[in-house]
C-alpha cells in the first residue's frame, strides 16, 4: 500500500497486527489474556521489569540506595518480557492495569502497596526512605520539573523516533524526519541546562536517573544505534554529564538487571553482589 495515498476510514477497525517489531503485543484493548500469578521472592521489595530505559530507572536507584547503606532497599527483580507478552498475565495487571512495565509491590506496609509508572516509582521510593530527592521546596520542584520532563518528553523519543527509525516495518522518511527534529530539540534543550547545571537540579537525584536512562544511553550509543545518525557529538555537555553518570558503580549494577542480551541476564529471584555482576 502507497502511504501517500492512505485515507483514514470513518471509523478504525483493528483487522491486522500492526507495530513492526513489537506487533505481536500491540493491541486497542486492555486487560489480561492469560492467567498467572506473580512470583513473590523474600525481600519486602518485589520488582517486576525489564532492563528497558524506564526499567532501568527503577533498579538504579534500588542500587544507589543499597550503594549508600539502606539493607530496607533490598528486593527481588523478576524479569517480564515484554516481547512475549508477559505484562498481560493477571498477576501483573493486578499490579498495573496499563499492562507496562516496571510494577512494584512493596510488602513493608501493613497493606502491599501497589507502585506503576517509572516516575512513581521512583518518586514513591525517592520519599520512602528520603534519599535521591531535595529536601527543600524550591530545590524539591526543581527536580519534579525535570522527572516530568522526561516522562512528558521521552515518548517522543522511543514511541516516536525509535520506533519509526529503528522498529517500523517500513522506513518513512516524514515520521522519521519529525521525530528526529523534535529528539534533537530535546537533547538541545538538556545541553543548554547542563552548560551552567552538573546535574538536573542542585545535586544528583531521581531527575538524573530518569533522563539518564534514556537520553544519557541515547548520546552514549546505547539505545536505537542512532549516536551518528543524531550527530551526537555536538551535545557535549550531555555527552560528559552521561558519562560521568555512567561511572557510577551502582549505575553499572542498575542497568544490568533484567538485562536480555546474549548469555548475559540477570533476571534471577534477587539482586545480584558486586561480584556477580563484574563476571
Known sequence: MNNSNYIP???WVWDKENGGKFSKINRPFSGSIFDKKLPIGKHKLQLYSQ???NGVKVTILLEELLEIGINEAEYDAWLVEIGKGEQFSSGFVEINPNSKIPALIDYSENKPVNVFES????LYLAEKFNQFIPL???AKTECMNWLFWQMGSSPYLGGGFGHFYAYAPEKYQYPIDRYTMETKRQLDV???YLSKNK???KEYSIADIAIWSWYGQLVLGKLYNAAEFLN?????????WAKEINNRPAVQRGKMVNKISGNLNFALRERHSNEDFQK
Request: hydrophobic share 30%.
Open 190 to 192: 538538556i545541553d543548554k
Open 119 to 122: 516516575g512513581s516509582i521512583l
Open 136 to 138: 527543600s521546596t524550591s
Open 199 to 201: 546535574f538536573f537540579g
Open 51 to 53: 532492563g528497558t530505559p
Open 232 to 240: 551526537v557529538k555536538n551535545y557535549t555537555n550531555v555527552l560528559n
Open 9 to 11: 476510514p470513518k471509523e
